[in-house]
């Protein structure tokens, strides 16, 4: 079993920067797709950004290119998501998630095997 714990939401200005981690614990050798979604009020979950840890290609949605990104710690059981120029409608719940199959692409949120128990962030105007 795969057990991810997020943490670093907050609220913050617009303009600014946060940086959230997940831990990866349990069976993380069985993972191959490591990613973050994030669900706004009355929204759906969407992709945010992920990593397919055999290739080490990242994506990063359209709405979040060139302010935020993805990254991993040295021993694979950290992920990181680095945001800036953080915007209102960046406002949402954080997830962290796995896949066991690759992710050459953003994941669909049907294909996630793990999730973690989500962070608020919170953008302020």
């Known amino acids: 079993q795969v057990q991810l714990v997020e943490s670093g939401g907050a609220t913050v200005q617009a303009g600014g920067s946060l940086k959230l981690s997940c831990e990866i614990l349990?069976?993380?050798?069985?993972?191959?797709?490591v990613a973050w979604f994030r669900r706004a009020p009355e929204s759906k979950r969407e992709g945010v950004a992920s990593i397919d840890l055999g290739r080490s290609k990242t994506n990063h949605a359209d709405s979040v290119k060139g302010r935020f990104t993805i990254s991993r710690g040295n021993a694979n059981n950290t992920l990181y998501l680095q945001a800036s120029s953080l915007k209102p409608e960046d406002t949402a719940i954080y997830y962290c998630?796995?896949?066991?199959?690759?992710?050459?692409?953003?994941?669909?949120?049907?294909?996630?095997?793990?999730w973690g128990q989500g962070t608020q962030v919170i953008v302020s105007s």
């Open positions: 998630a796995a896949l066991k199959g690759g992710c050459w692409f953003l994941p669909r949120p049907d294909y996630v095997d793990f």
């Open positions: 349990g069976f993380a050798t069985s993972i191959s797709c």
